[in-house]
């Protein structure tokens, strides 16, 4: 399950009000004469609305000071309303890209609009995050904005993202503007991860180029507390927005009616930016993080992810203090076909709680992986004095443990991946189950916000596997709990002479 969700009610506006009121006079402001010197803007989104969200002031003001602007969405938005009923994903994409073109044209009509069409939830594969790199070069140059691309008017074209044949010298100077890493949502940090690439490969070419990066936070005023550390302070900058520009901004914010209003009375198509998230963008100012130019890009946006999740709370998930979890594990637990196994394998082992028990099942080995070293730190520790368990950090199914295993458990992981890895996972699982091992597969079966993949869709994966078949299954509405293993299955009654 994700950390938070669109359906949280989130942190009241006021609360951060009251903190801006004490510290935000200090914050360094954008002056109208950066914008007056200002060659080029390329404002980034991960789904359409985020630009108008973090940036229409900015936009608004950069037309008004004559600044040509290229606004570049990498993905459609498609996954917005994944339960809904009356508007398939290719719908829902076509109607975020015309709210998005009709938003941007009327806060900054001279602003070219590209549509990258990237899988909504999946912006971290690196052939899309290289996609939206090379789309800002190409921007940056002068060749275009990549492919499946449009200008404020809506018109898709086609043009080339190749930078290596003699570009055109770029403008004096350039700022990104893209959503902030720290957003905690996959695509925000793989588009600002994208836009570090950029700013690195830019910074190395001959001569170089003046270059700003500033990040916009979105669900950080949802989910962040005012009072910690969540928002980087000393790195803020502010644009005031006068009261014509913030009128205007409010009139763009409606133009997204996918977003702001219920698609319909249907379950499934309700409102996902309510009216407590709308107030954080209804401020008379707007915040950017400023990031350093040498701020190199990674591939770690999930182990960021997990890592500030764990960060800010003991317990996420509520391991240790919901009895739907507790529950959850001793039927998990009741469920195995055996007493006992020789080596068992934990994905996705988080802060240790299921794998205490699972590691007490294990006479010779017990391996718990996960990408957040936060998460494997307080594994560790928690299951201290079991001289048999190891937790190491790894990124599956890229990365894999040695050794074959009795039992795999997968609890709660396979939403994360995309098709592709998933695939992958069970490729990994299945070379590594020993013949007579078992893999217990279990995941929540309630909407995940941003994720292509249900917990329902990583089952029925699983069961078009023919190498697998399946011995037992729990299905109730919160959950489903497979447990698979090598054919035949041969049930544990039979297996006893008891049948």
Request: glycine share 8%.
């Amino acid at each position: 399950m994700s950390g938070f969700t669109h359906q949280d009610e989130g942190t009241a506006e006021p609360r951060w009000a009251d903190v801006f009121a004490e510290r935000g006079g200090a914050l360094p402001e954008i002056s109208v004469g950066e914008l007056a010197g200002l060659g080029h803007l390329v404002v980034v989104a991960a789904h359409p609305d985020d630009e108008t969200l973090g940036a229409a002031g900015l936009l608004a003001r950069a037309y008004a000071a004559g600044v040509r602007t290229t606004v570049i969405v990498a993905t459609s938005g498609e996954a917005s309303h994944p339960a809904s009923t009356t508007h398939r994903p290719e719908e829902l994409a076509r109607l975020r890209e015309e709210e998005t073109t009709a938003a941007v044209a009327s806060i900054d009509p001279g602003a070219t609009v590209a549509f990258l069409r990237a899988p909504d939830g999946r912006l971290g594969e690196p052939e899309h995050r290289q996609a939206l790199t090379a789309a800002l070069l190409a921007a940056v140059h002068g060749s275009g904005t990549g492919t499946n691309t449009g200008t404020a008017t809506g018109t898709d074209t086609a043009t080339d993202t190749d930078t290596g044949s003699g570009p055109a010298a770029p403008v004096a100077e350039t700022w990104f503007v893209a959503p902030w890493s720290g957003d905690r949502h996959p695509d925000h940090e793989a588009a600002a991860d994208a836009v570090a690439e950029a700013v690195r490969r830019l910074a190395d070419e001959a001569g170089g180029m003046s270059i700003r990066s500033l990040a916009y936070p979105v669900w950080l005023w949802h989910w962040g507390a005012p009072e910690g550390d969540d928002l980087p302070w000393d790195a803020l900058v502010r644009l005031p927005l006068d009261d014509a520009t913030l009128a205007a901004k409010r009139g763009v914010l409606a133009v997204h009616r996918s977003q702001v209003e219920p698609l319909s009375d249907a379950p499934g198509d309700e409102v996902l930016l309510h009216p407590g998230m709308l107030a954080h963008f209804e401020r008379p100012f707007e915040l950017f993080v400023e990031v350093p130019a040498e701020a190199a890009a990674h591939d770690d946006t999930a182990a960021r992810y997990f890592d500030a999740l764990h960060e800010s709370t003991d317990d996420p998930w509520g391991f240790e203090s919901r009895w739907y979890e507790e529950r959850k594990r001793a039927i998990l637990l009741a469920s195995l076909p055996d007493r006992e196994y020789r080596e068992v394998l934990e994905v996705g082992t988080s802060t240790g709680v299921l794998s205490r028990e699972l590691a007490g099942r294990a006479s010779a080995r017990f391996v718990g992986v996960d990408v957040s070293e936060v998460a494997l730190a307080r594994a560790a520790e928690r299951n201290r004095d079991l001289p048999h368990a190891a937790f190491e950090r790894m990124t599956v199914p890229a990365e894999w443990p040695d050794g074959t295993f009795d039992l795999v458990v997968v609890s709660e992981v396979g939403y994360y991946l995309d098709p592709a890895s998933l695939t992958a996972l069970f490729d990994r699982i299945a070379a590594a189950l020993a013949p007579a091992g078992a893999l217990v597969l279990c995941h929540w079966r309630h909407t995940i916000v941003d994720r292509a993949l249900t917990g329902d869709d990583v089952h029925a994966v699983l069961e078009r596997r023919p190498e697998f078949v399946r011995l037992a299954r729990h299905l109730e509405e919160d959950f489903v709990l497979d447990v698979v293993v090598r054919p035949p299955a041969v049930s544990i009654a039979s297996r006893e002479g008891l049948a």
